[in-house]
């Protein structure tokens, strides 16, 4: 997690956009996958997975930081 100079709980500082090796340099240890999400499909990134997005035309992002499912066994909450 110490390669992608979390700032603030679950918020970088680093640019993928604009990637500065100089500024951060242990992101050039760290694991990057890059997936293109056609119209139709939906990506499922699963909680503590670090992510970036870039939309190439008009899109939706949607994105949870809690999960508290009713009657549910198991629950994760990122503030806690």
Not at 5 to 27: A, H, W
Not at 30 to 54: D, M, Q, R, T
Not at 55 to 75: E, N, Q, W
């Amino acid at each position: 997690m110490g390669k992608v100079y979390v700032e603030r709980v679950c918020f970088s500082g680093v640019d993928l956009g604009k990637l500065d090796y100089s500024k951060f340099p242990l992101m050039r240890r760290a694991s990057i996958l890059e997936v293109l999400v056609e119209p139709g499909e939906f990506l499922f990134i699963p909680v503590g997975w670090w992510h970036w997005v870039k939309a190439l035309d008009t899109s939706i992002s949607v994105s949870f930081t809690s999960f508290d499912v009713k009657g549910s066994p198991v629950v994760w909450r990122f503030w806690e």
